[in-house]
């Protein structure tokens, strides 16, 4: 059990360049979650997946942001024409079980600056 | 008004103290989280409970379901425990988490 893993670490972009983002959940975890952190603040939910399935999404994901889950196993998050409110850490995290609340296990994070 | 409200923002204690970080929540839950972060990022789990008490090491948790409202407690600080306490809730079948702003808590030698 590595833990689960995000790629890169950081991430320094122009404003309306394209950027993607990938994370590895542990490896028997079924759920996966995205979630985003603003400088002071508790993280946002993004999105959710059960094994390839994209169950939910947040308000907050607008149509430039997309995430897949392809064979049910690493996910990525890419967001087009980036913005500079953008800017923000995006964790992930994934857990293990089909129950209501399950332990969640982050990432390190990525880390996005958009000048 | 946030669904999950935390006190205090800010913490500074003295290492051995008792530290509460208080958490309040306004929708339905399935259960509460308490999670720590420390500078960095890196964000890991230190309780989910959705009832009663938890204790691990000098780390407990309480919650009342009746009143909405959980309590994380450090017995002992030390300055290692310093890092931001988050507050999240489940809801229901989602597996999304609503957080709160989190505690920041530092303990001086």
């Known amino acids: 059990d590595t833990g689960v893993s995000q790629d890169p670490r950081h991430k320094i972009t122009k404003r309306g360049q394209n950027v993607t983002f990938r994370c590895d959940p542990i490896s028997e975890h079924n759920r996966l979650y995205w979630y985003r952190q603003t400088l002071g603040q508790g993280p946002e939910f993004l999105t959710y997946?059960?094994?390839?399935?994209?169950?939910?999404k947040s308000r907050l994901l607008s149509d430039r942001f997309s995430a897949e889950r392809p064979k049910g196993s690493f996910s990525t998050l890419e967001i087009q024409r980036t913005e500079q409110g953008d800017s923000a850490m995006y964790l992930c995290a994934s857990s293990f079980g089909g129950g209501i609340q399950e332990t969640q296990y982050f990432g390190p994070g990525t880390r996005l600056l958009v000048l | 008004k946030n669904e999950v409200e935390q006190s205090p923002q800010n913490l500074t204690a003295q290492e051995g103290e008792f530290i509460t970080i208080n958490c309040s929540y306004s929708v339905g839950i399935s259960a509460l989280h308490w999670l720590q972060q420390h500078p960095g990022g890196g964000i890991v789990s230190l309780f989910m409970?959705?009832?009663g008490k938890k204790k691990h090491g000098r780390l407990i948790a309480t919650i009342n379901i009746q009143e909405k409202h959980s309590s994380l407690h450090i017995t002992a600080s030390h300055p290692r425990d310093s890092a931001v306490y988050i507050c999240a809730v489940g809801r229901g079948s989602q597996g999304n988490l609503i957080f709160g702003k989190g505690t920041k808590l530092s303990v001086k030698p």
């Open positions: 409970l959705s009832s």
């Open positions: 997946f059960q094994n390839e399935a994209q169950l939910e």
